[in-house]
Every structure is written in C-alpha cells, then in structure tokens.
C-alpha cells in the first residue's frame, strides 16, 4: 500500500509520514502543489491525501488535475472554517474529507475504508429494511428521513451495515471503527450502540439493530417478532 501526501505544512507531514509508516504503509510526501499533481500523475499510489491550502496549486486545482486523468483514492484536509470546502472537494471528486486537526485514529480507519471499497468488495449503497446507508458521501436515512449521526456513529453503522444479518462481537466493531485495543476500552463499543440505536431506531417501530446476548450485535430487518426468518 503506496500512500502520497501532499501537505506543505512540515510538522503535519512528517506526523502522518512516520504513523502512517509504522502502520506499514508506504508513504511519500510533497510539500506544495505541483509538486503533489506532478508525483500523482507521474507515480501510482493507492490513496493520495491532499491538502486544500497548498503553495503553488491548491489542492482543489491538484485534484481536478488527477481526476482528468487517474481515479486515485483522494481524501481531502481542510480547515475547520472552511466548510464550503468539504462540499466543493466531493463534488470534485475527492473520495473522503477530514477537518484539522483531525485524530489519526480517524485517518487511519477512512483509509481501511476507502481502500477496502477500493477493492471492489463494498457496494456504494447498503439498504436494511427502510434504512439506507450512502458510503461515499456518508449519509444515511430511514424511512426517507435523514440521520443526524456523527463520524464515529456512521462507522458504526456502515461496519454493521457491511456485515447485515452476520452478529457482529464488541471486539471486532472496536478494532473496525476505532482501531484500538478493546480490553481497555469495554464500555466505548455498548455506549456507541446505545447512541446509534437512538437515532436509527427508537423513532422507528421496526427496530433493525438487535443485541445477542453474550454474543454481539446484528444488524438487520426481520419480518417480525414471531420470527418468520
Ligand atoms: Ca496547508
């Protein structure tokens, strides 16, 4: 896995050259903007991360630059204040956006995503029931009516979603949506759940996420309590 960042701010860089490094990646870096469209175009990695605010080019210019050309993985960084920015980089053809600062934890699970769907494995649109999950632009709704969920709620929801009808164990969503060691974390995967389910069931009659006793959880819509499937 061959990762560029085109990133001009040299703390920046060298922090997610160095963690992306030890995660085994094979990272290079750009510093300003021609110098990222002109590895991007030059080389081919699997996933590029673009920064917006970059000297020379900015990173809009860089990937409308790469998409003429390449379908190159691009998740984009923009500032906190800048909004607009997210919207424009998606419609540009940006796969993914994170707003700085952003958690590296963060980095590393859009990037399994992406690079997952890469593969040909994900669909775009996962339906259960009445609910439909958009894994590029990161929204979902029930019952046509969108959910308000946070990053880490739609992860959630999509590493489920991945697996509907398979029961999921509390470990596995851990290292899927947080990337980190369960045992010291054993609250953090039933608390998220309980959130989840408040926005994508409790409004809702047909509940689509169960828990398994002992087991995990499934994610699924039965044809009723009385068990027909
Ligand atoms: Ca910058």
Redesign the pocket.
């Known amino acids: 896995m061959k990762i560029l960042i085109v ?3 040299s703390k920046t860089a060298d922090y997610l050259q160095r963690g992306l490094t030890e995660q085994g990646y094979v990272v290079e870096v750009a510093n300003n903007g021609p110098d990222g469209q002109h590895y991007a175009l030059q080389y081919d990695y699997d996933l590029i991360i673009l ?4 000297p020379g080019a900015d990173g809009f210019a860089v990937l409308r630059a790469i998409r003429a050309v390449k379908q190159t993985p691009v998740i984009m960084l923009t500032a906190r204040d800048r909004v607009d920015d997210r919207v424009k980089g998606l419609r540009d053809g940006a796969d993914d956006y994170l707003v700085k600062p952003f958690s590296f934890l963060e980095l590393v699970a859009r990037i399994q995503a992406i690079t997952r769907r890469g593969r040909g494995q994900d669909p775009m649109q996962i339906n259960v029931g009445d609910l439909q999950i958009d894994l590029l632009s990161r929204r979902a709704w029930r019952d046509g009516r969108r959910l308000d969920l946070t990053a880490k709620e739609f992860a959630l929801l999509a590493a489920l979603a991945r697996r509907q009808g398979e029961i999921i164990s509390k470990t596995v969503i851990a290292e899927q949506v947080w990337d980190i060691n369960f045992e010291s974390n054993a609250n953090v995967v039933e608390v998220a759940i309980k959130r989840l389910r408040a926005k994508i069931d409790n409004p809702f009659k047909h509940k689509l996420l169960h828990t398994i006793r002992g087991m995990g959880y499934v994610l699924e819509s039965r044809d009723g309590e009385d068990g027909a499937t």
């Open positions: 990133e001009d701010e920064d917006v605010m970059l």
